[in-house]
Nanobody, 119 residues
Framework: QVQLVESGGGLVQAGGSLRLSCAAS????????MGWFRQAPGKEREFVAR????????SYTDSVKGRFTISRDNANNTVTLQMTNLRLEDTAVYYC????????????WGQGTQVTVSS
């Protein structure tokens, strides 16, 4: 099981950018599909983006398409989420997560990093 640690959250004005990073421990990182989720106050945790083991098939929730980019570096055990043109509604705690092949459950989770977008 990989251990995940997020960084890069903070306070940014609407229209600004942030880059979130997730560092993974362990030698099995390359086996995991990696994803980002977020949870806003009073709301359910929601899927944001994911990327497959090889980093060639990213997918996004509709609300972030064209603004967020997920990428991974298997040599350095990292996954990033580049966020641009941030909106007030992007304010949430962002979580990095990992899922092994053929499993539907996201089994590895980071502790989360806060992103706050101000007007």
């Amino acid at each position: 099981q990989v251990q995940l640690v997020e960084s890069g959250g903070g306070l940014v004005q609407a229209g600004g950018s942030l880059r979130l990073s997730c560092a993974a421990s362990g030698r099995t990182f390359r086996l995991y599909t990696m994803g980002w989720f977020r949870q806003a106050p009073g709301k359910e945790r929601e899927f944001v983006a994911r990327i497959d083991q090889g980093g060639v098939k990213p997918s996004y929730t509709d609300s972030v398409k064209g603004r967020f980019t997920i990428s991974r570096d298997n040599a350095n055990n990292t996954v990033t989420l580049q966020m641009t043109n941030l909106r007030l509604e992007d304010t949430a705690v962002y979580y990095c997560a990992g899922r092994l092949p053929l499993l539907s459950t996201w089994s590895a989770w980071g502790q989360g990093t806060q992103v706050t977008v101000s007007s």
